[in-house]
């Protein structure tokens, strides 16, 4: 019983310290694939959010979710983000490789989303 109690307050001790990690806002966790994902849906209406920020190497994904619309073509700093019309249940990767301040503008809908680098 008493190495059991120990077992507990070691393992409650070690959820105590993750959560204050977390609670700092420090990104504390490197994950398995370096490649981290920030997830955005597009609609008719526009972006569900108007701007993210990750990390240099990092990948914004955006995920159609009309069925109203045509199709959507992104562009980012003036060229088309994909070659073809993103239809509902596509997505298209968006890779940063340097910091800075970008824009991916929905023609089809006129919506901007900023992303941050940092």
């Known amino acids: 019983m008493k ?19 977390l609670d700092s806002g420090e990104r504390t966790v490197v994950p398995e694939n370096p490649k981290y994902i920030s997830e955005v849906w597009l609609t008719a209406e526009g972006f569900d959010i108007d701007q993210v ?13 009309d069925q109203d619309v045509n199709g959507h073509y992104l562009a980012m700093n003036g060229h088309r983000i994909s070659d073809k019309q993103l239809m509902f249940g596509e997505e298209v990767e968006v890779g940063f490789d340097n910091e800075g301040t970008y824009k991916i503008i929905d023609e089809t809908s006129k919506a901007e989303l900023m992303v941050e680098v940092e």
């Open 3 to 21: 190495r059991l109690f120990t077992i507990l307050l070691i393992l409650l001790v070690g959820c105590v310290q993750v959560k204050m990690e």
């Open 53 to 65: 920020t990750i990390i240099k190497g990092e990948v914004v994904v955006v995920h159609i979710r």
